[in-house]
């Protein structure tokens, strides 16, 4: 059962014709017996098909659960105000303009961001630190943004759940997430080891340094905003100087990430340098 379920589940994804699920389908019959192979496809289903966005608010929730437990709230509320008010703005610029995003600053060190499923995003001071703008933060802030409207975190999530719990993933609420405190335990493993440890694909990061760009732009602000930080941040993995570390092992080089967005970094837009200095400096 477990071998047909794993099975169904990868022609789902790869394999749309559907004379070679039939023939599959009728395989698994002769093998197995009609009601098995019923069982094996609503499991499959379930393992394969689009989150709905309360069940992505919820393993959102779970994650940035998972990020608080690592690195506390800064306590400054006017920044963690500022960053919201530009987080929301560029964010009705994105694809899902109606989404309830919600922005955070943490207090540590370490140079990077983060998003979470179901619009949580969050930023550490040793991000803001290597910020001159508010194009640039409004940048950094759209590629967070991207990764949730593309839904980058939840598709590894889905796709570890598949090959690490084959069928198990479908419970007697077929249809349903059905996210038990051990299944939510192991969403917070995997979303903690992309967003730590392991990182995402190179692909789904540059593309979100492209939609980043794009939206911060379509915002008013420069599009050189995000080559801006990644300069600075390329002046810093240089060096020996461990709050990159993280960053830099979960992403592809900075100087990488320049080349591959020179040609969106063109045009018209404010930088708001004085704005920024005014809310960080004060």
């Keep these: 059962m477990r071998l047909l379920v794993c099975t169904l589940a990868f022609l789902f994804v790869t394999a749309p014709a559907e004379a070679q699920l039939r023939d599959l389908i009728k395989k698994g019959e002769r093998l197995l017996g009609r009601k098995e192979v019923k ?8 393992m394969t098909r689009d989150l709905t966005e309360e069940e992505e608010i919820e393993i959102g929730r779970i994650i940035s659960a998972s990020i608080l437990a690592t690195y506390p709230l800064s306590s400054d509320d006017a920044l963690q105000r500022y960053v919201t008010l530009v987080g929301n703005t560029v964010a009705m610029y994105s694809e899902r303009p109606n989404l309830e995003w919600h922005f955070a600053v943490l207090e540590t060190s370490m140079v990077n961001a983060y998003s979470a499923p179901g619009g949580y995003i969050f930023i550490t001071t040793g991000a803001l ?3 001159r703008s508010e194009a640039e933060l409004a940048a950094v802030l759209g590629h967070e943004i991207a990764h949730a409207t593309e839904k980058h975190i939840l598709d590894e999530i889905k796709r570890a759940e598949i090959w690490s719990t ?6 007697e609420r077929l249809g349903s997430l059905g ?7 192991k969403v917070g493993e995997i979303g903690r080891g992309r967003l730590f440890e392991n990182g995402i ?21 420069h599009p050189a905003g995000l080559m801006l930080f990644l300069e600075s941040l390329s002046r810093l993995s240089g ?6 570390e993280q960053l830099t092992s979960t992403h592809p080089r900075p100087e990488d990430r320049i080349q591959a967005i020179t040609r969106y970094s063109n045009g018209d837009g404010v930088l708001l340098a004085d704005r920024w200095e005014r809310w960080t400096l004060r």
Excluded: C, N
């Excluded at 084959?166 to 419970?171: L, M, R, Y």
């Excluded at 694909?201 to 911060?216: F, S, Y």
């Design 39 to 46: 069982q094996g496809l609503e499991m499959a289903q379930a």
């Design 129 to 131: 630190a290597q910020i």
């Design 166 to 171: 084959g069928g198990q993933i479908a419970d």
């Design 179 to 185: 996210l038990t405190d051990e299944r939510a335990r």
């Design 201 to 221: 694909g190179r692909r789904e990061e540059l593309e979100a340094d492209r939609i980043g760009v794009t939206v911060a732009a379509a915002a008013g602000y």
């Design 239 to 244: 060096g020996e100087d461990s709050i990159i």
